[in-house]
């Protein structure tokens, strides 16, 4: 393991300097910030716009990889986007298994919804985002496509789907992940936001941390997807990034919810709202529990303040097999992102090294026998809409 998080070091500080170096000479031409607020006068403006964008981009710039699909070329590797290879569904469009002509690589191939809200200023970002941006902990970009109306992307396939398929909608035949992964996935996405705060030039603040966006590979490795939202953090003096409430209810930091400023301390809320997730296996909005244990958060606040309650909180379908301590030592560290203040939240860079310790710890799991009244079933009853936790813009006044 050791050898592994050195790798990663390696590969990350390798990576800086051309990341530095790609967005640098993006930003000479137009900052990405400025770009994604643009508004277009026409469609078609906007659409001939966007093509020129990136075909810019792609030229010249030896960090881009991503391949330009073409609409035929997408449709073969999905059959036609057949229903049968459908992975999911989210606020933004359909997401199809695919395998690519020649290569045979396997892919995930989102198809964007043309009569959603969210556009092309999503499409874009996250196409410049994932290109400029490298580190084990974060989706690769195989492609893209922009061909007449379509607006594709075509991701590296994850064969375990999302953390949320894992943890929050388990069907009857699933294994419940057990305590050792739950940490080995929080400790790779906190990595991912880490990287993205504290290596990315200019920072990074990913705006839509939820279960749905962590992705698992074939050995339940985590990667970050989705950043169409995502903001460059602040430049310079400036503490935080003015912006229009977006991201999903419930993981939404409350101050940014209330003013709409951003920073990477709001991340770190929403880090700690999924970790609450995984500890206890309980969605943060669930409209089918008790009026008093819909919201994630309220429910857990007057529990964190007494040590005696933190049993109750972790996942019954762990059956009690967890280590007392490690589950004592992971509450905190959720408590501690999860506080009001924005200010007094850690780092993404401590939350690491207090996981790490928790991912890696080999002490024997124990079994609790005082859970006995806890081992309820999961309600097995449809969240709505809003629970299910798609992206949307966020109303200030009805947060
Ligand atoms: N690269 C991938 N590999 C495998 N499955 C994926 C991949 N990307 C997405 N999926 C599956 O598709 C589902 C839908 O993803 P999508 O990102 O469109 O929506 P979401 O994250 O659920 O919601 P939102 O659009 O609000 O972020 C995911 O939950 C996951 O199960
Ligand atoms: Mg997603």
């Known amino acids: 393991m050791g050898c592994f998080h050195y790798c990663c070091v390696a590969k990350e500080k390798f990576h800086r300097k051309s990341i530095k170096k790609s967005i640098k000479g993006y930003r000479e031409a137009k900052s990405l910030a400025s770009f994604a607020n643009i508004s277009f006068k026409t469609e078609s403006s906007r659409h001939r716009y966007i093509t020129e964008e990136l075909r810019k981009i792609g030229k010249g710039n030896n960090n881009i990889t991503a391949k330009i699909f073409s609409y035929r070329e997408l449709s073969v590797a999905t059959t036609n986007f057949n229903p049968d290879n459908l992975l999911g569904e989210g606020g933004f469009g359909r997401v199809y298994r695919g395998k690519l002509e020649g290569t045979n690589q396997d892919v995930a191939v989102k198809q964007l919804d043309r009569n959603g809200f969210q556009g092309n200023r999503e499409f874009l970002v996250e196409v410049l985002m994932l290109s400029m941006l490298s580190n084990p902990y974060l989706v690769n970009l195989v492609g893209y496509c922009v061909d007449g109306d379509q607006r594709i992307l075509v991701y590296e396939y994850m064969p375990n789907g999302s953390l949320e398929d894992h943890l929050l909608d388990l069907p009857p035949n699933r294994k419940a ?17 880490e990287y993205l705060h504290e290596s990315a030039q200019p920072p990074v603040i990913y705006r839509d941390f939820k279960a749905s966006n962590v992705l698992l ?45 951003l920073t990477a301390k709001s991340d770190v809320y929403s880090f700690g709202v999924v970790f609450l997730e995984i500890i206890t296996g309980r969605r943060v909005i669930d409209n089918s529990r008790p009026t008093e244990e819909q919201n994630l958060v309220t429910w857990a606040t007057p529990l964190f303040k007494d040590r005696r309650k933190f049993t109750m909180m972790a996942d019954p379908l762990l059956e009690g097999n967890y280590p007392i301590k490690g589950l004592y030592q ?59 936790g798609s992206t949307v813009l966020m109303d200030r006044k009805s947060f």
């Open 330 to 388: 992971a509450l905190a560290v959720a408590a501690m992102c999860l506080q009001e203040e924005a200010g007094t939240r850690p780092m993404m860079s401590d939350v690491v090294t207090a996981i790490e310790y928790l991912a890696h710890s080999k002490e024997e799991a124990c079994i609790e026998d005082s859970l006995d009244s806890c081992h309820h079933g999961r309600n097995s009853q449809e969240p709505t809409a809003a629970a299910r």
């Open 217 to 261: 590979d074939q050995d339940f490795n985590p990667k970050l997807s989705d950043f169409g939202l995502a903001k460059l953090g602040p430049t310079g003096d400036k503490s935080h990034v003015s912006t229009r409430v977006m991201g999903t209810y419930g993981y939404c930091a409350p101050e940014y919810a209330l003013t709409g400023q």
């Open 177 to 193: 992940l057990d305590w050792n992964t739950r940490m080995k996935i929080a400790h790779g996405a906190a990595r991912g936001l």
